[in-house]
């Protein structure tokens, strides 16, 4: 029989020490021969990026020991950070964004020492003639954030230089290189563009002494966004592309003729966070593998469809999709899996795992959310998606009548999507007894480019209502206790949250991770983001200065003094991206006030936490926080002082 206790006060294996060695996972991943090789987070080694590869017997090894770390800093979100040519294997490293080589066991530098302490940065490796490597490459200009210049580079592989292929956009992905060497094609935008609002993919002819002819545009255009592009033979190549307001995939020749494969109202591409991010990869026979609404699918253009390949494995990640012998391999997570390199046979579904399941996996397994795909209903009739993780303890139960707190979970972006996989920092809340809603608010990715669009001009409005109208939907439901809800997320999802807080009472409580706090600061103008989203908002806000009332009155700095109730700040103190000055000045105006709050800031963290330390503060503290508001003491946990 379980043990009646209040929800909150519940004892669970799914520790945030787990939660932390969670953040262990896979990225860009890519075949070298007959092996597969990838990149790999560990927070246990202070969030270095390892590279990786598998071996031929099972089981992996590391291809570069510490303190290497495949990681780079491109748009501060970076990029593809490593490539191998040939015997060569070239990767960028985090803590001076030069780029290297690993040859013959030894290691050295391609690119110069930078200059000063914001230097120059690579990203997005890919294979170009012989002896180079092409990339992007990015350069501090300036004093400002937003100071930056870039070009596409060619990096000699011998450490003589690199010379400039391409310049004269604000953005650019990496060239590719066509089968027979003659062409090349590339995507590239300017500002106030977004990649997901609209780029062009480019092509240029490829002259004999490496340097590229006149470029033309094959397709996209300012509303319509190439997210992948591949070559497919020498005069035609494979695009991603939403002219119909869906990511579908195309073929374009160089002649300019295009192809529309298979037309279906799905999302088979997503926004282009990260350069180098991948969400098909051709099987050959007119098959190829996507990621549909991030699930593994085959489309064949022969039919004209798009058939889901039934794994269990429910989120697959666009770092990394690779056509192997017998299928194809990916990085994918499922609701009672972590994420893992695995191996799918399409035909099937049969998957092998080339990375284990954490061994404690299995005794937390009980302690687990079932995961509910949900939709609900904006106050203009618009759907919500949303994904419910409900309470979960076999051995406790709530005394009868008691409903418990739920958490709305706001993911960040806001041109991002939360999705129904196992997530052990969520499990760790639900194991003890309150609730987690991820909530798929207007503008999200995954719904077409219509239910993305909602949010233009409306950031801080149709995001807060939609969160508010699942809050509202879980109580009139009789899952969750009115007086204890509260609202947590991240960068854009910080902002929602503590606008949420601050113009709406449906919340007790708010957990701001890394935000935005003060729309103004966060423009080109204001100068307190980076380049690559500092005229994000005028898609989400409007122009600035024109619409400067409507930045006052939508920053969450403007309306603290409306706080609904206490929060909890957690800001990395080295993010570029959501500077820590925001949250400083937020808290700086709170001393004194009454109003209960923390501020728990990470040394050597940027934006989200890739210690070990810092993951299990983080996690420890929130639940701490959510404790003193709520009403509940949990066991086990630091108390995390509340100031006033």
């Not at 932390?20 to 969030?47: F, K, M, N």
């Not at 996996?361 to 995961?371: D, F, I, K």
Request: charged fraction near 20%; hydrophobic fraction near 40%; glycine fraction near 12%.
């Amino acid at each position: 029989m379980p043990v009646i206790l209040s929800p909150g006060t519940w004892t669970s294996p799914v520790s945030a020490a787990a939660a932390a060695a969670a953040g262990r996972g896979a990225q860009w991943l890519a075949a070298v021969g007959d092996a597969l090789w990838w990149a790999e987070t560990r927070p246990a080694e202070s969030g270095r990026v390892a590279l990786v590869r598998a071996l031929p017997g099972g089981g992996t090894e590391d291809v570069l020991p510490a303190p290497w770390n495949v990681r780079n800093r491109v748009h501060e979100y970076g990029g593809r950070p490593w490539l191998a040519v040939g015997s060569v294997v070239v990767f960028t490293h985090w803590a001076d964004q030069r780029v290297y080589a690993l040859a013959e066991g030894e290691v050295s530098p391609l690119t110069p020492e930078p200059a000063t302490p914001q230097g120059v940065r690579y990203g997005d490796l890919r294979p170009g003639l012989d002896g180079e490597a092409w990339a992007v490459r990015e350069r501090s200009t300036g004093p400002r954030r937003t100071d930056i210049a870039r070009e596409l580079v060619a990096i000699r592989l011998d450490g003589s230089g690199e010379r400039v292929l391409v310049e004269g956009h604000r953005f650019f992905t990496a060239p590719q290189l066509s089968p027979d060497g003659t062409h090349a094609a590339w995507l590239a935008w300017d500002h106030p563009a977004m990649p997901w609002d609209g780029t062009e993919l480019f092509v240029a002819p490829v002259a004999e002494d490496g340097t590229f002819g006149a470029a033309r545009v094959l397709a996209g255009g300012p509303e319509i966004a190439v997210c992948q592009l591949e070559w497919e033979s020498p005069d035609q190549l494979l695009v991603l592309a939403d002219p119909d307001g869906w990511w579908n995939l195309h073929r374009v020749g160089l002649d300019g003729t295009t192809t529309h494969l298979a037309p279906v109202r799905q999302e088979l591409g997503g926004p282009l966070w990260k350069l180098g991010m991948s969400w098909f990869t051709p099987l050959g026979g007119g098959q190829f593998a996507v990621l549909a609404a991030g699930a593994l699918a085959v489309l064949d253009e022969h039919a004209g469809s798009v058939t889901p390949v039934d794994t269990g494995l429910t989120v697959w990640s666009s770092s990394g999709l690779v056509a192997v012998p017998g299928g194809v391999a990916g990085i994918a997570a499922g609701p009672q899996r972590e994420s893992a390199v695995v191996q799918v046979d399409p035909a099937t579904g049969k998957t092998v795992a080339l990375t284990p399941q954490p061994d404690e996996l299995a005794a937390m397994a009980a302690y687990l959310p079932e995961v509910r795909e949900r939709v609900f209903t904006a106050a203009d009739g618009s759907e919500i998606p949303a994904y419910l993780f409900p309470p979960s303890n076999p051995e406790f139960a709530a005394p009868e009548g008691e409903l418990p707190p739920w958490l709305v979970h706001v993911h960040g972006g806001p041109t991002g999507a939360s999705a129904g996989a196992l997530s052990l920092d969520i499990s760790y809340f639900t194991s003890r007894g309150i609730g987690v809603v991820a909530v798929n608010y207007g503008g999200s990715t995954g719904y077409g480019r219509a239910f993305r669009e909602r949010l233009r001009e409306q950031w801080g409005v149709v995001d807060v209502q939609d969160c508010v109208a699942v809050a509202e939907a879980l109580v009139a439901e009789g899952l969750a206790d009115p007086a204890r809800l509260g609202v947590r997320g991240g960068s854009a999802g910080g902002f929602t949250s503590a606008a949420s807080i601050t113009t709406t009472r449906t919340y007790a409580a708010a957990t701001v991770q890394f935000p935005i706090l003060d729309l103004t600061g966060w423009t080109a103008e204001g100068g307190e983001t980076h380049d690559f989203e500092s005229q994000y908002l005028v898609g989400l806000i409007g122009r600035y200065p024109e619409a400067a009332q409507r930045y006052r009155e939508r920053s969450p700095i403007t309306n603290a003094g409306e706080l609904a109730g206490p929060v909890l700040f957690l800001q990395g103190a080295e993010d570029e991206i959501c500077p820590p000055e925001q949250a400083d000045r937020f808290v700086a105006g709170l001393a004194g006030r009454g109003i209960p709050h923390a501020y728990l800031r990470f040394e050597g963290e940027q934006h989200g936490f890739r210690k070990e330390e810092s993951i299990i503060a983080a996690l420890e503290g929130e639940l701490s926080f959510y404790g003193q508001v709520f009403g509940f003491v949990p066991p086990g946990v630091p108390v995390l002082e509340l100031a006033r």
